[in-house]
């Protein structure tokens, strides 16, 4: 029999980063290929990056920038600019799945990525700090067991 552990807590804050890690070796397995990628591949990728930004921002949303509390000073700015990316996020990877050239495509895919890690930045040194100051740890917990639920890991059970 295995021996009893304790389940750690599942902080929303630290599941949402390890996603940003994760994406941010994507961006770095594409940048490095896509120069040879013909464009079915390039469009390819970014269909993969479309499932997973997309899954990524939709849980960001309804989860943790729902929690924060809009009316604290700056807070509804950088919330309002946050999803003025996801959807900017959105039209771009629209915009590339239409692309009939390879050298635009490319282009298309790679601002995408530019974009993006800016964007993970800004809400790591902004949101994420802002999160952590005004949520208590039950709360990020409670955030983080829906969002394990959401994804099917086996914490969530
Ligand atoms: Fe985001
Ligand atoms: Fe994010």
């Known amino acids: ?3 009893f552990i304790p389940r750690p807590d599942l902080d929303v ?5 390890g996603e940003h890690g994760c994406l941010l070796s994507l961006f770095r397995h594409i940048e490095m290929r896509l120069p040879n990628l013909p464009l079915a591949d390039v469009l390819s990728a970014g269909e993969t990056l479309e499932s997973l930004l997309m899954a990524h921002a939709v849980e960001e949303d309804q989860l943790l920038f729902n929690a924060l509390p809009a009316e604290q000073t700056g807070v509804k700015e950088a919330l309002a600019a946050m999803a003025g990316e996801h959807n900017e996020q959105r039209r771009m990877l629209e915009e590339l799945r239409e692309e009939t050239e390879v050298v635009l495509a490319r282009g298309r895919l790679l601002r995408l990525i530019e974009l993006t890690r800016e964007h993970f930045a800004v809400e790591e040194r902004i949101l994420f700090g802002l ?10 917990s409670a955030l983080g067991r829906e969002f394990a ?3 099917g890991l086996s914490q969530a059970h």
Not at 13 to 17: C, E, M
């Open 149 to 151: 639920r959401r994804r």
């Open 1 to 3: 029999m295995l021996p």
């Open 13 to 17: 804050i630290d599941l949402l980063l």
């Open 131 to 140: 999160a952590k100051q005004v949520l208590d740890d039950e709360r990020r």
